[in-house]
């Protein structure tokens, strides 16, 4: 039997060559030394914006870009046609769509949605919120929309979405821009 020594504050143990068979895992740990990738964590994010100021009037299924201001996605990313978003892999997904709306009026509701389909058909609203503007004087005035939506994407082909934004009152434009995100979409994988 090996007799133990205390070790001072400054001294140490070499776990490497001193200790033999598997040491166990700290309280909390994982378990691995080596292979993370991106950390461990997220495999997929993307952001995209609209570049033009619009009308809001449903659908939103013009004018995207890929953020390309200090931003690079990670993974394959997404792909867009006509608004309607493809997810480049399978997994749980945080969708965020956020817009930036400016009356010179009120607003009885700023309807933000995300729009999915599972069968690349058919779309239905899976989350919703609801705001208003009221204006205090004779300038424009601002509203900020959000929508999110946890999704299990299981299948890239046909699982999809796209983003809707109404206004129903005074009529009012969403800002758009190619160097800010003013109206967008982030997707954020969370995990399988």
Sequence with gaps: IMALTRLG????????SNVT??????????????GFVNGGG????DQWRVTSDFT???????????????FDKIGT???????????????????????????NGNS????TR???TTNDSAYTAICENGSFIQQTDSNN??????????????????HKVKMYFQNTGSAGNCKGSSSLNLCWATFTRLGD
């Design 9 to 16: 504050p400054n001294q140490s143990v070499n776990l490497a």
């Design 21 to 34: 068979g598997t040491l166990p895992v700290a309280n909390g740990g994982t378990a691995l030394t080596s």
């Design 42 to 45: 997220v495999t997929e994010a």
């Design 56 to 70: 809001p009037a449903g659908y939103v299924t013009a004018n995207w870009e890929r953020n390309d201001t200090n």
């Design 77 to 103: 990313g997404m792909s867009e046609s006509s608004g309607v978003f493809t997810f480049g892999a399978t997994g749980i997904y945080s969708v965020d769509w956020d817009i930036v709306n400016v009356i």
């Design 108 to 111: 009885r509701e700023l309807q």
């Design 114 to 116: 995300i729009f999915m």
């Design 141 to 158: 005035t601002y509203g900020m929309g959000h929508a999110n939506a946890i999704v299990d994407i299981t299948n890239t082909s046909t």
